[in-house]
């Protein structure tokens, strides 16, 4: 090999560069680069703060136990802030310049949508691990939170036994909670209900009284509310400030996966229904030790919620698809992927579904009680049909789309 | 008729929450002229403030009507004499130093208490109208603002203080040729549009969750308000309250929240096509 004069000061000129920016950086090849990307700051930062912390936590773990195929697993970690223009600029980032080998990250739908193309033109395996809205068709995309068919399907006829047939619905002015509010509707209608009223709000709106008044107005048995974020936290506060809490139950597909019944009052959060793949108060072994080993790393356990045990089932999922594939090779952890694999996490067994990329796990009817979220009834490893019933990857590999339902 | 009632009530309860969230910036941007970005940051702050007192086990309406007020009050004394005073006059430089103001706030804050979301919960109980639960708050928000009002205008109006300070905000050269210190003037004025911020945040506080970028979903509406309202400082701030407020009541009942937001955006644009210089600069001329 010749080195010409260029080659040489522009090899000498990037590594002093490298040496003096990123003095811990290890040489190509010694280490596995996993991506992530999650709001660590900003008004979601209630969500993406506790998952970042699972993703360092379950990264140090597999370190702790030798790494994957003997190697480090280094993290590039990056906080959009909230803002959904820092994803493409940061997707880009990891992809194109870190060449990381995995990422796992994003937390709203708006976000997921944001990236998941640059993920899938540059080859870069992704992870999203939060409970969604479903259908997303992506062979280059793992999912394992749960989606409407997991969650909504259960919630909706268990809260409507409890209350009646008159439902409202009030959700986030986003993706997420446009789908969701069409999944909730095609739910109640299968189970004898009508939806008498339906509110979209922006993600920064904060004052929920006149909503409160018209909701009285269509006089609903049941208010179920898919919002997002710290402002539409405002709701339930204003809802029990109203005094609406005893009068009209209300049920959430989103309350709670950021901790939010931490937040408020047990006057104010008491009784409302909800269903998750986790709670703080699952009482396994798995989870027990997990909550243990989370106090062991940051102080105390209660920051673990919903969306942080996701994220850290996720890594889990992946690091066991490189340990069964031998290699970072796309296809060959894909593979190992879509053979059925399963891992166990602190919310119990959580299986890759090979035709979607969706997860198959458990998921509890639950009511928030004292802060804590009560199991009312657990229901073992749900598919996720919705998605099953319109996306088929082993039959269809090259499919991109986000099927949406009709109804 | 109930509904009617309730109807009401909410129209009254956002019209008094605009003319809350917009009180102190009329002081300071009204009347001071000084662009305060970090205004919706007073207000946050004013929120912590009343959370902390009441953790603390200070009962909560002292926390909201004096404690919180004070504090930020004081804070924005340091900011005053530190930055602010500096910049009189200098229109674009205050908007660039008080908004880096507020992102040191939003980073203070967060480092304090942490970026998650906290709260406390109303202190007065929801009460019945006919078949319709009403939030009994909102009739507490609006009796504040009720005080806010009359307090500001006997101030301004009735006492020698109020006076020259007015004086001195018009004509600062001839207060000081009549042997007034605009320097101190400045200074105390600031302190009570601060300690206005500070009052309407801590109004506000039991029934939002609070987290350190809260500030920024008031900072828009407070700006329109005040500068719809045109010159006169308490009858502008009344009137363009009045006008948003009900005007997005009036859209989010009849379609969607969201439409009264909009309805709200573009009826100040019209508002300040046809009266550039805010409504009190045609109507109730010459009023305070």
Redesign the interface.
């Known amino acids: 090999m010749t080195v010409n004069r260029r080659t040489f000061l522009g090899g000498t000129a990037a590594l002093t560069a490298t040496a003096a920016f990123l003095p811990t950086v290890t040489l190509a090849g010694d280490t596995i680069k996993l991506g992530s990307i999650l709001d660590t700051?900003?008004?979601f930062?209630?969500y993406g703060?506790p998952m970042d912390m699972a993703m360092r936590l379950a990264v140090s773990e597999i370190n702790a136990a030798g790494g994957l195929l003997g190697k480090q697993v280094e993290v590039k970690a990056y906080d959009t802030q909230?803002d959904m223009a820092l994803y493409s600029q940061y997707g880009q980032q990891l992809t194109r310049q870190d060449e990381v080998d995995v990422v796992h990250g994003g937390i709203l739908s708006a976000s997921r949508e944001a990236i998941r193309q640059t993920m899938r033109k540059t080859n870069t395996p992704y992870f999203y691990n939060v409970l969604y809205e479903g259908g997303v068709c992506d062979r280059n995309i793992f999912i394992n939170g749960v989606t409407p068919a997991q969650q909504v399907e259960a919630l909706v006829p268990y809260a409507m036994g409890k209350s009646g047939k008159k439902v409202y619905v009030l959700a986030a002015?986003y993706n997420y909670g446009q789908i969701m509010a069409r999944w909730i509707e095609k739910f109640v209608k299968e189970n004898g209900g009508e939806i008498v009223g339906l509110?979209?709000?922006?993600l920064?709106?904060?004052?929920?009284?006149?909503?409160?008044?018209?909701i009285?107005?269509a006089?609903p048995d049941l208010v179920i509310a898919p919002l997002v974020g710290?402002?539409?936290?405002?709701f339930f506060?204003?809802w029990?400030?109203?005094?609406?809490k005893d009068?009209i139950p209300l049920a959430s597909t989103t309350m709670g996966v950021g901790n939010?019944h931490k937040?408020?009052?047990p006057?104010?959060g008491n009784g409302i229904m909800v269903a998750y793949n986790y709670s703080q108060e699952l009482d396994t072994p798995a989870n027990n030790a997990f909550k243990e080993r989370w106090a062991a790393a940051y102080g105390d356990s209660n920051s673990i919620h919903e969306l942080a045990v996701s994220n850290y089932q996720g890594v889990l999922t992946w690091a066991e698809g490189v340990r069964q594939a031998g290699s970072l090779d796309r296809e060959a952890l894909f593979t190992a992927l879509e053979s059925g694999l399963s891992i166990d996490g602190p919310a119990g067994k959580v299986t890759v579904d090979p035709k979607t990329h969706h997860a198959i796990l458990d998921v509890h009817l639950m009511e928030i009680e004292n802060q804590g979220m009560k199991v009312i009834e657990t229901l073992p490893q749900r598919q996720p049909v919705d998605t099953q019933s319109v996306c088929d990857l082993s039959a269809n590999p090259d499919d991109n789309t986000q099927y949406e339902i009709d109804i | 008729m109930d509904?009617g009632f309730?109807?009401l009530v909410?129209m009254f309860?956002?019209v008094a929450?605009l003319i809350l969230i917009s009180a102190g910036l009329a002081v300071v941007f009204g009347m001071m002229k000084v662009i305060n970005l970090a205004h919706g940051e007073f207000m946050m702050m004013g929120g912590y403030a009343t959370i902390t007192a009441v953790n603390l086990g200070i009962n909560v309406f002292v926390a909201m009507l004096i404690i919180a007020p004070l504090i930020v009050g004081l804070i924005g004394l340091v900011v005053e004499r530190l930055v602010i005073r500096h910049l009189y006059g200098r229109l674009v430089d205050t908007m660039l130093a008080t908004w880096g103001l507020s992102l040191v706030f939003i980073g203070l804050v967060?480092m304090i208490f942490g970026?998650?979301?906290?709260?406390i919960?109303?202190p007065?109980?929801?009460?019945?109208v006919g078949?319709?639960?009403?939030?009994?708050?909102?009739f507490f928000i609006i009796l504040v603002v009720i005080a806010v009002l009359l307090l500001m205008l006997a101030v301004l109006k009735g006492t020698r203080a109020g006076l020259i300070a007015r004086g001195t905000m018009q004509r600062s050269d001839m207060a000081n040729a009549l042997g007034y210190s605009p320097d101190r003037i400045y200074m105390a004025t600031f302190f009570c549009g601060s300690a206005l911020s500070g009052l309407a945040g801590a109004v506000l506080a039991?029934?939002?969750?609070l987290?350190p970028?809260?500030g920024?979903?008031y900072i828009a509406k407070a700006f329109i308000t005040v500068i719809a309202g045109g010159p006169s400082l308490v009858t502008g701030l009344f009137a363009s309250g009045t006008f948003f407020g009900a005007l997005s009541?009036f859209f989010?009942?009849a379609i969607?929240?969201?439409i009264?937001?909009v309805a709200l955006l573009i009826g100040a644009v019209f508002l300040l096509r046809l009266l550039p210089q805010g409504i009190t600069s045609k109507f109730f001329k010459g009023k305070l």
């Open positions: 700051s900003g008004v930062d209630a703060k909230s002015d509110d979209f709000f922006p920064d709106v904060a004052d929920f009284g006149s909503t409160i008044a018209k009285q107005t006089a710290g402002a539409h936290l405002s506060r204003q029990a400030a109203a005094g609406m009068r939010e937040v408020l009052t006057e104010e | 509904l309730v109807i909410e309860y956002a929450s967060t970026n998650t979301t906290t709260g919960s109303t007065i109980k929801g009460f019945t078949s319709y639960q009403v939030n009994g708050y909102n039991p029934l939002v969750g987290v970028t809260s920024g979903a009541q989010t009942f969607s929240p969201v009264g937001e």
